[in-house]
């Protein structure tokens, strides 16, 4: 069961992440340096699986389990995770 509060918070991750990215993004526009392009594109996906077992919660409560959407969450996480530190390694 998702209270109100957790909905919010999740909407407020998505924004404050996704403004996050878009400043990541723009110095990539900026610098044309790869590695801001695949930290950007990692936290994407980091963010959106950060908050996924809250998003299936509130769109998909009846079809998924709570233990299998925080499952398909981490396993959103990892690739994210990976990315990010394939950037950082490369740079």
Known sequence: MITSIEA??????YLLGGAFILF???AYTHTHQKNLLMLSIGMFILIFGS???MLTGLVLSDYIEESTSRILAL???I???LIMLYSA???
């Open 51 to 53: 908050n996924f077992d």
């Open 89 to 91: 390694i490369r740079s």
């Open 75 to 77: 396993l959103i996480e």
């Open 8 to 13: 919010i918070l999740t909407a407020v991750v």
């Open 24 to 26: 990541i993004y723009e």
């Open 79 to 81: 690739p994210g995770i």
